[in-house]
């Protein structure tokens, strides 16, 4: 990812930079660690922060991971201006180029929040989780041009290298979503999808908590697939496909097959792997029994009369609250000049939280760039942070 190492200069001048700067918005120090900053940039129409913080000798500047823009070409090129407005003398970095770099187009790039009040130009719709190299998604997506394919990948260099298949192979029939296909299924209104393809997930056998496949996942698979749709899960793992099975036949009524070695008409990266290694491929498909009633999370994301106040700063519970379903933490602090502050939080479900910055001044509190996405956990544990602001007098 983009960084400079630059040799470390007065951080005084920032605020006065700021003020002059094409596009620095603001600077916040860390409460607990006056050397940690976060710069806050608008550039090609993205919010985002540089992270600046000492790094033995030398200061590091980076991108920041919550707020990162998908297009690594404008944080390259955001930190090329910020080091030139700030007269850095950069001692290393990765960004060159990135003036001469075509950014990547993005028609076929959707955000998560695209999907609040998504059209879709289909009739029929299939989702691929995880796709990696894309090989079965670019696959399917040419071979049924009429049918729209929605990939879903947290890897965002894979998500990045599909998307620049796509516009070689010209293909007008594929989404990618650089996002956690656990909380994207949320998005989607019920019974819109014809099939749901998991290939070869993360076993995560030491971490089952960040396994895709859940009850919750299940349950959302089964709302967005039309009746008759199928969930397909293909793995190499025996661990993961027992641990699928049972999951799935914990399901009050569900519809399961299974095949074992069965030939695709085309082979992943992932299973091209496997087979030369002659190991075992699972495959699990679940169909939907029913239609299912359209389920829309309700709530707001207001923050109502909440405002800057010292005590805010001062009495913020440093600890994760945890309530049955959900909880809130409220992680860091930031000071930024002229009563204003950001709070770094996590919070909702807890194996896919949330993760934000609150900026707060003396006219309000918002979420700084874009909101959480619309799920009732993130509802609830909305109005406990707004409580708990409240409760601090802000
Ligand atoms: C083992 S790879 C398999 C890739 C591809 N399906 C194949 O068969 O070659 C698993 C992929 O799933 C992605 N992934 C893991 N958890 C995910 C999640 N919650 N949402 C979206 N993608 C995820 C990983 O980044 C990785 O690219």
């Known amino acids: ?10 951080t005084a001048i920032l605020d006065s930079i700021a003020r002059q700067s094409q596009l620095i918005d603001f600077v916040a120090t860390a409460t607990n660690r006056a050397s940690d900053k976060l710069l806050a940039i608008s550039h090609q129409g993205e919010r985002f922060f540089l992270q600046l913080k000492c790094e033995g000798e030398l200061y590091l500047l980076k991108y920041e991971k919550v707020t990162r823009p998908m297009k690594v070409s404008i944080l390259k090129e955001a ?3 910020v080091a030139s407005e700030l007269a850095l003398e950069v001692r290393s970095s990765n960004i060159a180029h990135a003036s001469t770099k075509p950014p990547l187009s993005s028609t076929h790039a959707k955000k998560i929040e695209d999907f ?10 299939s989702v691929e989780v995880g796709f990696g190299s894309g090989r079965h998604l670019l696959y399917q997506a040419k071979k049924h041009p009429k049918k729209l394919f929605i990939g879903l990948e947290i890897h965002t260099p894979s998500a990045q290298q599909v998307l620049k298949q796509i516009e070689l192979q010209g293909l007008e029939n594929l989404w990618i979503v650089n996002y956690d296909a656990r909380l994207f299924l949320e998005m989607l209104p019920s019974n819109l999808c014809d099939e749901i393809f998991v290939h070869f997930p993360v076993p995560w056998d030491k971490k089952p908590h960040r396994r895709v496949i859940g009850k919750a996942f299940l349950e959302e698979s089964m709302r967005v697939l039309k009746k008759g749709g199928r969930l397909e899960l293909r793995t190499d793992s025996d661990n993961y496909f027992w641990y699928a099975l049972e999951t799935f036949f914990a ?7 299974v095949r074992k070695n069965e030939a695709l008409e085309v082979t992943s990266k992932y299973e091209a792997r496997w087979l030369r290694q002659e190991k075992d491929i699972y495959d699990l498909y679940v169909t939907s029994q029913e239609e299912s009633p359209q389920s829309k999370a309700t709530g707001d994301f207001n923050f109502n009369s909440v405002k800057y106040s010292d005590q805010i700063l001062e009495a913020i519970p440093p600890k994760a609250i945890v309530y049955t379903e959900y909880f809130i933490h409220f992680e860091r602090t930031f000071r930024i000049e002229k009563e204003r502050c950001l709070i770094k939080c996590a919070f909702g479900s807890f194996d896919r939280p949330e993760h ?4 707060i001044d003396s006219n309000g509190c918002g979420y700084f760039n874009g909101l959480p996405i619309t799920t009732r956990v993130n509802f609830l544990a909305h109005q406990k942070i707004v409580e708990q602001l409240a409760r601090l007098g802000g």
Request: aromatic letters at 12%.
């Open 1 to 10: 990812m983009p960084h400079l190492k630059v040799t470390p200069f007065d």
């Open 79 to 81: 930190l090329g201006i």
């Open 116 to 125: 609040v009040c998504m059209e879709y130009p289909f009739e029929r719709v």
């Open 251 to 257: 399901s009050p009524k569900i519809g399961v097959e």
């Open 356 to 359: 934000k910055y609150l900026l």
